[in-house]
Structure formats: structure tokens, C-alpha cells
């Protein structure tokens, strides 16, 4: 028995190679015309403008940035995002007091916020350039999402963001905006304290300085007056005046000398730790395109129509049988 199942085989795998060679020529013609209607839907896509074209080049510059994650906690993250007025998104990304959470993880999303899409879409009038026409909010935050990726690198603790489009200078300030973006929103959630920090001391630094300057002024123009002889009259109060204003220039040079003090300290400390939100990589504009692989889409096409005119001999092939066996004819007929 193991013999006839073994001939039996044989002959069916020689009958299906007789079928193919019976029908080579249709299988050859198959895959050939569809081999030359793909590389000249392939060359006309690259020749056309990326306007007119109906498979432009794409190109895909990419920013990369590291986001510290080793102070934060679920608990701190949280806090964070309530004191920043964010706490109804503590629980829309995951992030609770009991389980660990990620700054990382908290730029991915914020890349899927509809604030931030349509700050996106609006800076660079999205909806004319894509031609969106209906739903005009819903459908730009649809095509933005598919057009901007990020993601982090579990490896190396990157995030990175890209944005793929036919224009890539167009694309590259795409990208570099969205930078900038998340950096202010990490700022005005003030998750870098030290940073925070910093910028309120610049500000009090700034504000006590003009107020020496001006107390300075003040003092100077009432010993001017004083000296050319003006309101003798009232000397008892150009004194009072004078003690007064000294006192608070006194004063006022001592909060700025305890500022800067801070100030230097804070620098130091803010050098020998790694801030919150760092960018590593900017997006420069790409030089060779992301997509689409024309020759990939050849190879797929040419094996795809090969493959698929052998299935097509073989089920033509079932059909002359058919046709040729009478009772599965008179069977299709409804007579048996």
C-alpha cells in the first residue's frame, strides 16, 4: 500500500507540473504584464511632481530628546500633574501613587492630545494644506496622527518624534515645533522644579535690580536738590526722605545679594544633575526619503501576479475537468 501511495503521489506531483508547463505561457504573459504595469506605475509616480504624483517621495525627519525619569515617581508624577491643574489626566495615562509612571510615557501621550494636535494644525494651516473640507477638526487631528510618531526607546530611555510628509523642509519645522512645544508644556506643568526655580529667581533678580536702580535714582536726584539748595524751607523732611529711601536701598541690596546667592547655588546644582526635558537632536532636514519602496512594491506585485496566474491555471484547469465529467455537470444542473 505504502508503494501505491507513494506512485500515486508521483504522479499527482507530475501531473501538477504538466498542468503549469501546459499553461506556461499564460502564467510567463501574466506575470510579465504585471511586472510592467507596476514599474511604469512605479517610474510615472517618480517622475510626476509630489503634487501630481500619486506615490510622492515622504520623508520623515525624526528629533530626538531624554526625558529623566530617575526622580519620578507615580506619586510624584501625580502631584505634579495636579498641581499643574492637569489631575484629570492622571487617570487618563495611567498614572496613580501606587504603580511606577513615566515622564517619557507622559510626552507620548501628550502627543495625542487634541490641544496639541490642533496647535499643530492651526500654526501650520494643516486643514488648507491637506484639503480637509469636512469634519475639519476631527479629520486634521486623524491625519496628524498618523503623520506624527512617537515613541520611546526601552533601550536607551529616547524619545523621539517624527513627522512624515512629500515636503521635507516643511516636515522638518513640523518637528522642531512640536519640540518646542513639549518643552514649554513640561515648563508650565513645572515637573522641572530646578528650572522653575531658576526662572523665578531671574525674574526676582530682575524686578530687585531695577528697584535698586531706581531707589539709587531717587537718592541721587534729592541730594542734587539738596545741594543746589532747594527746599531749605523743609530740610527735617529731605532728611526723613533721604533716611528713608537709604534704608530701603539697603534693603533691597540685600535681598538681591541673598537672590544671586541662590541664584549661583542653584546653577551649581542644576550642572550636576540632568534636567527633566533635554534635547538631544533637533530634526534636520532629510536627504533621502522614508517611502515609498518602489522596488519593494515591484518585487511584491511581480511574485504576487506569478503566484496568483499558477492558481488560475489550476482552478481553470478544475473547470475543464468539470466540465468534461457528467455527473458533476448534470449535479451543477440540479438533475442528479
Known amino acids: 500500500m505504502n508503494e501505491n501511495t507513494v506512485e ?8 501538477l507540473v504538466s498542468i503549469v508547463l501546459q499553461r506556461k505561457w499564460f502564467i510567463i504573459s501574466i506575470t510579465v ?3 510592467m504595469v507596476v514599474i511604469i506605475y512605479s517610474i510615472g509616480s517618480l517622475v510626476l511632481s509630489p503634487e501630481k504624483s500619486w506615490a510622492p517621495n515622504e520623508y520623515t525627519p525624526k528629533a530626538l530628546m531624554l526625558i529623566n525619569d530617575s526622580s519620578s515617581s507615580g506619586g510624584g508624577l501625580s502631584s505634579m500633574l495636579a498641581s499643574s491643574g492637569l489631575g484629570s489626566l492622571v487617570g487618563i495615562a495611567g498614572v496613580n501613587a501606587n504603580s511606577g509612571s513615566s515622564y517619557s510615557a507622559l510626552a507620548v501621550y501628550l502627543t ?4 496639541f494636535l490642533d496647535n499643530v494644525a492651526d500654526k501650520f494651516n494643516l486643514i488648507q494644506r491637506y484639503k480637509i473640507k469636512m469634519s475639519i477638526r476631527a479629520v486634521s487631528r486623524l491625519v496628524l496622527k498618523k503623520k506624527i510618531k512617537a515613541e520611546i526607546d526601552k533601550d536607551s530611555g529616547v524619545f523621539s518624534i517624527s513627522f512624515t510628509d512629500t515636503d521635507p523642509v516643511f516636515a522638518q519645522s513640523v518637528i522642531n515645533y512640536c519640540v518646542s512645544y513639549l518643552e514649554q508644556r513640561f515648563n508650565e506643568m513645572g515637573i522641572d522644579k530646578n528650572k522653575l526655580q531658576k526662572e523665578n529667581l531671574e525674574k526676582n533678580i530682575d524686578t530687585t535690580y531695577k528697584e535698586i536702580i531706581r531707589l539709587e535714582g531717587l537718592s541721587h536726584n534729592l541730594d542734587r536738590s539738596v545741594t ?3 527746599n531749605i524751607g523743609g530740610s527735617g523732611l529731605v532728611v ?3 533716611s528713608r529711601i537709604q534704608l530701603e536701598l539697603a534693603a533691597q541690596k540685600q535681598v538681591y ?7 549661583e547655588v542653584l ?12 534635547v538631544l537632536e533637533y530634526a534636520e532636514v532629510p536627504d533621502q526619503k522614508s517611502g515609498p519602496s518602489r522596488g519593494k512594491l515591484c518585487l511584491i506585485v511581480t511574485f504576487a501576479a506569478f503566484f496568483g496566474s499558477i492558481f488560475l491555471v489550476f482552478l481553470l484547469k478544475a473547470i475543464d475537468n468539470i466540465k468534461k465529467d457528467p455527473i458533476a455537470v448534470a449535479k451543477l444542473k440540479g438533475k442528479v
Open 257 to 263: 545679594t541673598q537672590l544671586k546667592t541662590q541664584y
Open 33 to 35: 504584464i504585471a511586472m
Open 228 to 230: 543746589q539748595g532747594a
Open 112 to 115: 495625542g492630545t487634541n490641544t
Open 240 to 242: 526723613l526722605e533721604s
Open 8 to 15: 500515486n503521489d508521483e504522479i499527482d506531483l507530475l501531473e
Open 267 to 278: 546653577k551649581v546644582t542644576m550642572a550636576s544633575e540632568m534636567p527633566v526635558f533635554q
